[in-house]
């Protein structure tokens, strides 16, 4: 079991920038394959930034070059850095935690991006 709790959201203007943040719990954080998601009114929740263990990362296509997720295992916190924020990137972002097919949430934050 792992505890996630994010922090960092909040309202920007378009053009602007916002990091955040999500502490886990426990002592194996290192293995975990972190995630963000968000998930605008009225739609499905997607799949924003992965980190592996390994640090491999990936993106969607939406926000490849203007989106940069790391994780810092010392601290088992992984990060979410925003820049060029758009409107159509408001949404509540939720912070995710990935063993062996079991999934752990967030409570999630909420991002609004004004234009």
């Known amino acids: 079991q792992v505890q996630l709790v994010e922090s960092g959201g909040g309202l920007v203007q378009s053009g602007g920038s916002l990091r955040l943040s999500c502490a886990a719990s426990?002592?194996?954080?290192?293995?975990?394959?972190m995630g963000w998601y968000r998930q605008a009114p009225g739609k499905e929740r997607e799949l924003v930034a992965g980190?592996?263990?390994?640090?491999?990362?990936n993106y969607a296509d939406s926000v490849k070059g203007r989106f940069t997720i790391s994780r810092d295992n010392a601290k088992n916190t992984v990060y979410l850095q925003m820049n060029g924020l758009k409107p159509e990137d408001t949404a509540v972002y939720y912070c995710?935690?990935?063993?062996?097919?079991?999934?752990?949430w967030g409570q999630g934050t909420q991002v609004t991006v004004s234009s």
């Open positions: 995710n935690a990935r063993l062996m097919q079991k999934d752990f």
């Open positions: 980190i592996t263990s390994g640090f491999s990362t």
């Open positions: 426990g002592s194996i954080f290192r293995i975990y394959t």
